[in-house]
C-alpha cells in the first residue's frame, strides 16, 4: 500500500487543535485515530466530520449490529480495510458472530445463512446504495416496511456517511 498522501497531524503538537483533539476524544475512545489525524489538516473537516460520524455511530436508534453490518459491507465493497477492521470491534460488541464478520470480508459476497431478515435488508440496500447508489422503490418499499421513518433516514445516513469515510480513507491511502 502506498505512503498516506497528506501529512498526519500529531495530537497534542497545534495548540489551536488543542479543543477539537479534546472532543474527539471524548467521542471516540480517548484517542485520536489516525483517520482523524489526518482530517485535523482541516480543523473544520475534521469538527464537522466528528460531530456528523458521532450522531450516526453514537446517536442513531438503529440497532447496534445493523448499524456494523452496513458498515463493515460498504468498507469491504469500497476497498477500505482500515474502515473494515476498525470497525470488527465494534461488530464484535454488538453481538455479530465472528464467523458473519468473516463471511463479510469478500466483496464477491457472503453466507446469507448467517444473517436474520433485518440484517439481509441491511446488506441489501447498502449493497444497492454504495454499487449503484441508486436504490429501486421495490427496495425502499420493503424498507420502509420493516424500519420506522427515524430508522430508514438513520439507517441511509449511516451506509451514506460510511461510503464518505471509505472513499476518503481509499483516496488518501490511509490503510493502517
Given amino acids: 500500500m502506498s505512503q498516506i498522501r497528506v501529512p498526519v497531524v500529531t495530537p497534542g503538537t497545534r495548540p489551536e487543535l488543542a479543543e477539537l483533539e479534546d472532543r474527539i476524544k ?14 485535523l489538516n482541516s480543523a473544520p473537516i475534521a469538527s464537522g466530520w466528528e460531530q456528523m460520524l458521532s450522531a450516526v455511530r453514537n446517536h442513531s436508534s438503529i440497532p447496534a449490529d445493523l448499524r456494523e453490518l452496513a458498515i463493515l459491507r460498504v468498507a469491504v465493497l469500497n ?7 476498525a470497525h470488527v470491534p465494534h461488530a464484535l ?7 458473519a464478520i468473516e463471511s463479510l470480508r469478500t466483496a464477491d ?3 446469507a445463512t448467517l444473517f436474520n431478515e433485518n440484517q439481509a435488508l441491511v446488506l441489501e440496500l447498502t449493497d444497492k446504495m454504495t454499487q449503484e447508489v441508486a436504490v429501486p422503490d421495490a427496495l425502499m ?3 420502509n416496511a420493516r424500519f420506522n421513518p427515524q430508522e430508514v433516514v438513520e439507517l441511509v ?6 461510503n ?12 493502517h
Fill in 109 to 111: 459476497g457472503f453466507d
Fill in 79 to 85: 476497498q477500505a480495510t482500515y474502515e473494515f477492521e
Fill in 26 to 39: 471524548k467521542q471516540r475512545g480517548g484517542h485520536v485515530s489516525l483517520l482523524y489525524q489526518v482530517l
Fill in 93 to 99: 460488541s454488538a453481538g455479530m458472530g465472528e464467523h
Fill in 141 to 143: 418499499a420493503r424498507v
Fill in 157 to 162: 445516513a449511516t451506509i451514506a456517511a460510511y
Fill in 164 to 175: 464518505m469515510v471509505s472513499r476518503f480513507l481509499v483516496a488518501l491511502a490511509i490503510a
